[in-house]
Each structure stands twice: as C-alpha cells, then as structure tokens.
T-cell receptor, first 107, second 112 residues
C-alpha cells in the first residue's frame, strides 16, 4: 500500500483558513486520495476524496497536485469543532491509516 | 439509528476469556471492516470482508477471528483475550468503488 506523509501537528486560529498538506510520492494511477478526520472519543469521519481533479463539498476542499504526488485539504474557515486528527489515505481496496495531523484550533 | 452500530460500547474482561464484539450496519453495503486503535496512534486493520462469503486478514489479525453472519452483520472475536488487546475497536462499512467509509462509534475494550 502506498504511503502518505503528513505533519504531526498544525495550529490555526478560529475563522482562519487551514491548509493541511499530504505527500504521497508513490501514488499509483488508480489510488484515490481520501481524507478522514477523527474527533476526540469518536470514530473517523469521512471528509472528502478525489482522484485527479480538485473537489469541493460542504465540509472542505481538496486540492490535488497535477502530478498527484501531493494534496492539500482546505478548511475554509476553521471552527473549534474542526479540532481533530486528520488522516490522508490512499485508498486501494481498503483504507490503511497513518498517524495523521493533529489540528488545534484556537479561539 | 446510527448507520453503523457497535455493541458493547465498553467492556472489561479478564485475561483468557473469549469475547465477541458485534457490528451491524444499515447502509446496505457489502463491505465491512474491523480496526483497532491504540492510544495516540492511528487505526490498524484487523480483518475485512467484501461480501458474506469473503473474509480477509488485515495488518494485525493474530489473536482475532471474525464472522460475517449477514450482509449487515460482522462480528469480531478474541478467542483468549490478553492485556495487549486492550484498545478501541472500530467497525466500518463501505460500498464498492472509491466512496467513503462509514465508521461506528467504537467499542472500548479493557483486558485485565
């Protein structure tokens, strides 16, 4: 399974945009890029996924590099409720989690 | 009702006991998964099933077994629980294709 690399932690202030990076230099052509987040004491929650084109949904935007070797999850206006661990995962037939990025949001 | 329901939510058991964790889903998906999470770490895949007749080992299947009783039900068993199986266990389901997984709320298992 292809590996992803994310920073261990990031910080943001409330109502500011947050850009969470992910490197996946060994991605194959059929790997979808998935993002999940896990709030404290909860199960992971699906955020967004994409293959080649940038994607938007009500939770976030996903920007995918043209060579697909990196991607960025964008939270347009962080709230305190966005404080969580964010996982970037290359989905083949199953999800293999890394350690993710712990996002802290300050008031 | 939740899309993925795990029972029990919390369980304390003794070393050597057999224990079963249950998972049911109402999404109508064929695929189901069991993960465990240790404190401060990411999730690790234990077993997964792509349909009722399909069972596959994940990253850390030793000491665990599973049963896919129906499309909606996937149970995880610890035949003889040991303390290092103390963890948070999550069940998930997904449809065929690249769509997202839906996770349950987890079962916190403590083996003493």
């Amino acid at each position: 399974d292809a590996k992803t690399t994310q920073p261990n932690s990031m910080e943001s202030n409330e109502e500011e945009p947050v850009h969470l990076p992910c490197n996946h230099s060994t991605i194959s052509g059929t790997d979808y890029i998935h993002w999940y987040r896990q709030l404290p004491s909860q199960g992971p929650e699906y955020v967004i996924h994409g293959l080649t084109s940038n994607v938007n949904n009500r939770m976030a935007s996903l920007a995918i590099a043209e060579d697909r070797k990196s991607s960025t999850l964008i939270l347009h206006r962080a709230t305190l409720r966005d404080a969580a661990v964010y996982y970037c995962i290359l989905r083949t037939d199953k999800l293999i989690f890394g350690t993710g990025t712990r996002l802290q949001v300050f008031p | 009702d939740a899309d993925v329901t795990q029972t029990p939510r919390n369980r304390i058991t003794k070393t050597g006991k057999r224990i079963m964790l249950e998972c049911s889903q109402t999404k109508g998906h064929d695929r189901m998964y069991w993960y465990r999470q240790d404190p401060g770490l990411g999730l690790r895949l234990i077993y997964y099933s792509f349909d009722v007749k399909d069972i596959n080992k994940g990253e850390i299947s030793d000491g665990y077994s599973v049963s896919r009783q129906a499309q909606a039900k996937f149970s995880l068993s610890l035949e003889s629980a040991i303390p290092n199986q103390t963890a948070l266990y999550f069940c998930a389901t997904s449809d065929f294709g690249p769509t997202g997984y839906t996770f349950g709320s987890g079962t916190r298992l403590t083996v003493v």
